[in-house]
């Protein structure tokens, strides 16, 4: 199992605290870590990791807003991404975000959609929630 950390102030800022609680909780006893600092060959996000943003978090979003995929993508990149340090707000992209980084915008994305729109976006490898219409 692997979990993504960053370190800062002397401490590590799991990416998914949940799911290591969980993992932990589930597999007590000694475990092995294995540490590896980021790389240039695991900067940018996998192509996994793109389809989730696009075909999950972009998607119900779209699809609750009415707003097309490019709008959400840019509104959310507003929102989360915009570096306002300088006389005219300068606009991050994600492509070039690190996995810890990306990670992060998207925990602010799935809590923004819980407390502003009211929906509920699947963590990558849950399964996506069942509707029952009647």
Known sequence: MKF???FQNGKF????????NSFLGRNPG????NIEKESKNNN????????????????MISQYTGHT?????????????????QKLP???????????EFENYLSKVRQFASADLGIYIPMPN???PQFLLI
Do not use: M
Not at 69 to 85: A, I, P, T
């Open 4 to 6: 993504i950390a960053y």
């Open 13 to 20: 800022q799991f990416t998914n605290p949940d799911k290591l």
């Open 30 to 33: 000694i475990l092995y870590i």
């Open 44 to 59: 940018n996000r996998t192509d996994k990791e793109n389809r989730y943003y696009w075909g999950v978090v972009i998607d």
């Open 69 to 85: 995929d490019d709008e959400v993508h840019e509104g959310l990149k507003y929102l989360f991404l915009c570096d306002r340090s």
């Open 90 to 100: 300068k606009i991050l992209s994600t492509k070039h975000l690190s996995i810890y």
């Open 126 to 128: 849950e399964p996506p």
